[in-house]
């Protein structure tokens, strides 16, 4: 069984700070990540993908990857109380048939 | 605007009743997905379809059926065999067959047994 893992939480943390949400995978040909933002009782958002091994920067949102580890991270900047809510970790499946395997999520609340 | 519809929204399934719940997307999207999330869990993975008249099962397919007449059309049937079937049900697509860009979700369907 190819697996992500995600530490469940849930994570606090108080308005301005870094936030760093954490996963693991087990399916060592996997190539692609994607991080995904769950509001409570919403759909899944995409907000980042990431393929090569180091740092992805978008705007508050780094993902980094370490293949080697088999390790994806999260960090969000300056951390805003709008940023609450699951955040899941997910991995392509490698061979032929390629689907996205989720993780169970990190759940975040940033306190004012 | 494009997306991905799902209807209903809120659906109550009475013990032995089959029900069917639809997804459309006019993203022109290759591929579509079917997702099933129960309460501080991750998403399993229902049935995909990479090309029109053609799905495959996912880890937990027993119980669900579903079919791809057309590219903007997935619907999911829920079977009186799915002994569990309360969950959020959410609908993807994405616009390669590999989902290399990652997925589109609809807005989910929220089943209830009653």
């Known amino acids: 069984q190819k697996e992500v893992e995600q530490n469940s939480g849930p994570l606090s943390v108080p308005e301005g700070a870094i936030a760093s949400l954490n996963c693991t995978y087990s399916d060592r040909g996997s190539q692609s990540f994607f991080w995904y933002r769950q509001y409570s009782g919403k759909s899944p958002e995409l907000i980042m993908f990431?393929?090569?091994?180091g740092d992805k920067e978008d705007g508050r949102f780094t993902a980094q990857l370490n293949k080697a580890s088999q390790y994806v991270s999260l960090l969000i900047r300056d951390s805003q109380p709008s940023d609450s809510a699951t955040y899941l970790c997910?991995?392509?499946?490698?061979?032929?048939?390629?689907?996205?395997?989720f993780g169970s999520g990190t759940q975040l609340t940033v306190l004012p | 605007d494009g997306g991905i519809t799902q209807s209903p929204k809120y659906l109550f399934r009475k013990e032995g009743q089959n029900v069917t719940l639809s997804c459309e997307q006019n993203?022109?999207?290759?591929?579509m997905y079917w997702y099933r999330q129960d309460p501080g869990q991750g998403l399993r993975l229902i049935y995909y379809?990479?090309?029109?008249?053609?799905?495959q099962k996912g880890d937990i397919a027993e119980g669900y059926s579903v079919s791809r007449e057309k590219k903007e059309s997935f619907p999911l049937t829920v079977t009186s065999a799915q002994k569990n079937p309360t969950a959020f049900y959410l609908c993807?697509?994405?616009?390669?067959?590999?989902?290399?860009?990652?997925?589109?979700f609809g807005s989910g369907t929220r089943l209830t047994v009653v």
């Open positions: 993203l022109n999207h290759d591929a």
């Open positions: 990431i393929y090569s091994n």
């Open positions: 379809s990479q090309i029109v008249n053609d799905f």
């Open positions: 993807a697509s994405s616009i390669d067959r590999k989902g290399n860009y990652g997925y589109t």
């Open positions: 997910a991995a392509i499946s490698s061979g032929s048939a390629r689907q996205l395997t």
